[in-house]
């Protein structure tokens, strides 16, 4: 603790003054909502002009201790890291009773600012008025910088909420748009019967599936997956849907519709993002599959024979290229009781304790062994069985899954 020196009346009175301008000074620019950089200026001010303290150096815990306020000193306390003896302070202390280096004499006296039993910064002082090493005046000292303190943490907590607020706003609406996209009903008629699910991975997801009528002899169906996740993926996936209806309406041409796809995605796409997706076109009438794998796991089509293909004809992912260096448009015929299985690679992508991957092969083995269930529990049972590949793994991506079941 430092020495007490008693100030005469005549101090005391003018040290009392002093105090109440200060107090008033950092009240004021608390209520008038400064910002940080401010408050740190009228700080400085205050106890320089104000309290007639000529040496200062404020280092508050902000990630790591940083020097915010300095004034009088040749230390450049900016550049130094406290030493572990001023970290350990919970009461005011002189430095000379301290186990420190000697630059760090350039002042006299530490105040630790403490707020709920946690230390929030320390202020260190020199070339102080005797008088003002009065412990009631250090106090003091003590009490106006907590309350500065306190009040920038307080703002800064406000900014937090703000922030974490409108975060929550942008993915209630994202996880809107994202809902708004998936198709609200799937064919279940003499032809096929289709079925999805999606098992995002956090708040909003990059998967996305579709299905369109284009007359009455054919239809489009799709799954897409994003890179990256949130708010912009679900844009990006929006003007994908928006932009493939809208070319459907002009051409059902693959070619056509996955080249404008491309150029939209390129035109649209922020940062790094693109599109993998596969895209197919069923006739009923001559069972004719056209498909484009854009850079897509490859879905498995499998015979009533428990023989199957792989879906790899297409192209690269899009948004990546302005103009797509290559198309291959794929067509298959397609028998009476196939099932197509579309997913995206967080169904694959799935390890076990061994590191083994549950991969193409373990899915290509749970449909021939389960292709008899209804597609609702195909689906389940899927999802069931990477679960249990590894039960104690978490799944690190979406997964998407949409079967298409030919009778």
């Known amino acids: 603790m430092p020495d007490i020196v008693a100030p005469n009346i005549q101090q005391e009175l003018n040290l009392k003054k002093l105090e109440l301008s200060a107090l008033l000074e950092i009240t004021q620019a608390i209520n008038d909502n400064l910002p940080e950089e401010a408050l740190y200026k009228i700080y400085r001010f205050t106890l320089l002009a104000q309290l007639q303290i000529n040496r200062l150096a404020l280092f508050v815990h902000d990630e790591k201790w940083d020097c ?31 186990s420190v280096d000697k630059k760090w004499r350039n002042f006299e006296i530490v105040i630790p600012i403490l707020h709920n039993g946690k230390v929030l910064a320390f202020v260190m002082i020199g070339k102080i008025q005797p008088y003002y090493t009065n412990i009631e005046a250090l106090n003091f000292v003590q009490t106006v910088s907590n309350i500065m303190l306190v009040a920038i943490e307080n703002h800064r907590m406000a900014r937090q909420r703000l922030a974490q607020e409108s975060i929550r706003k942008e993915i209630e609406i994202a996880r809107e ?19 999805a699910s999606y098992i995002p991975h956090s708040s909003i997801g990059g998967d996305y599936y579709d299905f369109i009528e284009i007359d009455k002899d054919q239809f489009l169906f799709c799954v897409a997956d994003v890179s990256g996740k949130g708010v912009p993926a679900s844009l990006l996936m929006s003007n994908f849907q928006a932009g493939l209806r809208t070319i459907l309406r002009q051409t059902s041409d693959l070619n056509t519709v996955v080249s404008e796809l491309n150029h939209l995605i390129y035109r649209n796409a922020i940062a790094e993002k693109f599109i993998t997706t596969f895209v197919a076109i069923f006739n009923r009438s ?92 195909l689906h389940l049972q899927l999802l069931n069985a990477i679960n249990l590949y590894n039960e104690e793994s978490t799944f690190s991506d979406d997964i998407t899954l949409l079967s298409c079941r030919f009778k």
């Open 68 to 98: 915010k306020v300095s004034f009088g000193t040749d230390l450049e306390p900016a550049k130094q890291h406290l030493p572990e003896a001023i970290l350990e302070l919970k009461e005011i202390t002189r430095i000379s009773k301290l």
């Open 286 to 377: 001559t069972r004719e599959l056209s498909y484009v794998n854009a850079g897509h796991n490859a879905p498995i089509l499998l015979y009533d024979n428990n023989t199957h293909d792989l879906l790899n004809d297409g192209c690269t992912m899009l948004g990546v290229f302005d103009v797509l260096p290559f198309m291959n448009v794929g067509k298959i015929h397609v028998p009476h009781d196939a099932i197509l299985l579309c997913y995206t690679d967080g169904l694959t992508e799935v390890f076990d304790e061994d590191e083994s991957e549950f991969g193409i092969e373990g899915t290509i083995d749970f449909l021939q062994k389960n292709r008899f269930l209804s597609s609702k529990m």
């Open 177 to 195: 748009v994202q809902s708004m996209l998936f198709p609200k009903k799937l064919p279940n008629d003499k032809d096929v019967a289709i079925h």
